[in-house]
C-alpha cells in the first residue's frame, strides 16, 4: 500500500499551470530536536501537484494561493522531472481543502454572539411602542368605563411559502436518516485523517453495515464530522461502506472544533 502524506500551510510560491494540471510548492519545518549524532532537519520543500478540476473546486487563484491556509492529502512520488518539480518531494493531491481563517473564524463567532442580544432587545421595543400611555388609559377609562380593557394586539409573523417548503423538505429529508443526523453531506467532501486510512475495519461487521444498507437505503449511524473544516472525527467504517455502495450523500452529526 502505497504511503500517504497530509500538509497543511500556504503556498510558498506562485501558481505554475500545465496542460491537465498546475503545481505549486509549499514547506513544513522540521522537527526540532533529532536523535544525537544526526543531523537536525530544518525544512522540508514539497512541490504539490493538482488536476485542474479538482483546484478550480476550491475557489483558489493565482493571487490568493499564497495567503489561504490549504491542506492537502495526498502521496509522495519522485517520477516528477525536477525541471517541474523544484521541492525536495513530489506530492500527488487526491484532495485538497481551503481551511478557515482564524480571524474568519473569529469574527462569525463574534457576529452569532450579538444577533441574540439584537433579537431579544426587538421584541421589547416592539412592546413598548404597543403599549398605551398613561395618558391614554385614564381617556380610556373615563369615556368608556364599562368596556373591558384593551389589550394591545400583537402582530403574527408569518413565514413565506419558500421557508415553509425549505423547511418541510429538509424534515422529510432527515427523517429518512439515522436518528441523531444533522446533516447530509456530500461524500467527496469529506476529509479523511492519515491515521484512519491506516487502518483496515473488521470485515464481518462491515458486511453487516453493508447488508443493512441495501436492505434499508441508509446507514445504520450518522458520521462525526468536524464542523468547518469536515474532517471525519468517528464512522471510518461507516465511511468505507458509503464508498463501497457508492453513496453521493451520507448522514452526518458535527463537532465543534475546540
Do not use: W
Not at 501537484?49 to 490568493?64: D, E, H, M, P, Q
Not at 412592546?127 to 373591558?148: A, D, L
Amino acid at each position: 500500500m502505497p504511503h500517504k502524506i497530509t500538509l497543511t500551510g500556504s503556498a510558498t510560491g506562485p501558481l505554475r499551470e500545465y496542460d491537465r494540471y498546475v503545481a505549486f510548492d509549499m514547506r513544513e519545518k522540521g522537527s526540532p530536536s533529532a536523535p544525537k549524532g544526526l543531523k537536525k532537519s530544518t525544512f522540508i520543500s514539497y512541490t504539490v501537484f493538482v488536476a485542474k478540476k479538482a483546484f478550480n473546486k476550491t475557489g483558489l487563484t493565482k493571487k490568493n494561493i499564497m495567503h489561504e491556509k490549504i491542506l492537502i492529502q495526498g502521496e509522495p512520488t519522485l517520477d516528477i522531472p525536477i525541471d517541474e518539480c523544484p521541492g525536495e518531494i513530489g506530492v500527488i493531491c487526491f484532495q485538497i481543502t481551503v481551511l478557515p481563517n482564524k480571524s474568519d473564524k473569529e469574527k462569525n463567532d463574534s457576529d452569532a454572539k450579538k444577533e441574540p442580544k439584537q433579537e431579544a432587545s426587538a421584541p421589547s421595543l416592539e412592546q413598548k411602542n404597543m403599549e398605551p400611555t398613561q395618558q391614554e388609559k385614564e381617556e380610556v377609562s373615563v369615556s368608556q368605563p364599562i368596556e373591558k380593557e384593551v389589550k394591545p394586539i400583537q402582530p403574527e409573523v408569518q413565514q413565506s411559502p419558500t421557508e415553509e417548503k425549505k423547511t418541510e423538505e429538509k424534515k422529510t429529508t432527515l427523517s429518512n436518516q439515522p436518528k441523531g443526523t444533522q446533516d447530509l453531506l456530500n461524500f467527496d467532501d469529506i476529509i479523511v485523517p492519515e491515521e484512519f486510512l491506516k487502518t483496515r475495519p473488521n470485515p464481518e461487521k462491515t458486511q453487516k453495515v453493508i447488508d443493512f444498507v441495501k436492505r434499508t437505503g441508509r446507514l445504520d449511524e450518522p458520521l462525526t464530522i468536524e464542523k468547518g473544516s469536515k474532517i471525519l472525527k468517528d464512522g471510518y467504517r461507516r465511511y468505507v461502506v458509503a464508498k463501497t455502495v457508492k453513496m453521493n450523500q451520507v448522514p452526518v452529526v458535527y463537532e465543534y472544533q475546540k
